[in-house]
């Protein structure tokens, strides 16, 4: 849980049609390019990280099998609700016995199903909740805040207002005078007429845009969503399960 609250901010919040996951990246120096917060799980799927990004891999890769055995076996996609029950006895497993650590890191998983949009927390302790808005990770309270102040707004909300009230509450997580940018701003989108994709770059500028400078005014409109980036997903790196201790790694 220490580990989860030192990681940098991630918000989900979810409208009666889109869910919208908002992160913060962190580069270790400036040398080096900034981690990856978000990972796409299924079409219908995916998830965003605060602590190790290290076992935040593995979670993601045992979940992406989860759902190719249930799409392969039943031919739909598989229920967010029963993908994040299964991660979490994935992870109680770990908690339960000598041999191994808990998972250091904590997720927001947004997903669309036939019940409609989804937003979940799972916690290293293999707690998971069903959320109408959250947010972990560093300084999160302050994006709590905000969301909490405009929940009754967001199941109203078209796609492009629910980013632009994502991106404020994560901007209240910020430390110092540090401001967002596309560097340091990663942006997923699912929704029925939508398959999860994530905005990094280049692609995430016309969302930072269309903020309003006060941050709590109404919101400004904005063209269309730019066009879903090329590519699938990133081959999955091969990483250790978590060891009998804890290793000294920088939580993302």
Do not use: W
Not at 206 to 232: N, Q, S
């Amino acid at each position: 849980m220490e580990a989860v609250k030192q990681g940098s901010a991630a918000v989900g919040i979810k409208s009666a049609t889109h869910a919208v996951m908002v992160s913060l990246k962190r580069a270790p120096s400036e040398l080096s390019a900034y981690q990856k917060k978000s990972f796409e799980i299924d079409d219908h799927v995916g998830i965003t990280i605060a602590g190790l990004s290290s076992d935040a891999r593995v979670l993601a890769r045992f979940m992406r099998t989860e759902c190719m055995g249930h799409k392969y076996a039943f031919d739909v996609p598989l229920p967010v609700s029963r993908l994040v029950s299964v991660v979490g006895d994935r992870m109680q497993r770990t908690t339960i016995g000598y041999g191994r650590r808990p998972f250091g890191v904590g997720m927001v998983v947004a997903g669309f199903d036939a019940k409609g949009p989804h937003i979940y927390q799972v916690d290293p302790s293999s707690n998971f909740y069903d959320c109408k808005a959250q947010a972990i990770g560093a300084r999160s309270q302050s994006a709590r805040t905000y969301l909490e102040r405009h929940l009754d707004s967001f199941p109203a909300c078209d796609v492009d207002a629910l980013v632009r009230h994502a991106l404020r509450a994560l901007r209240d997580c910020l430390p110092g005078e540090a401001e967002l940018s596309q560097k340091n701003v990663c942006l997923s989108i699912v929704g029925g007429d939508r398959k999860f994709t994530t905005y990094e770059e280049d692609a995430v500028r016309p969302f930072l845009d269309a903020i309003d400078e006060d941050g709590d005014g109404d919101a400004v409109a904005v063209d269309t969503l730019p066009d879903a980036p090329t590519g699938g997903l990133d081959a999955p790196a091969a990483a250790a399960a978590p060891g009998e201790a804890a290793m000294e790694v920088a939580p993302e």
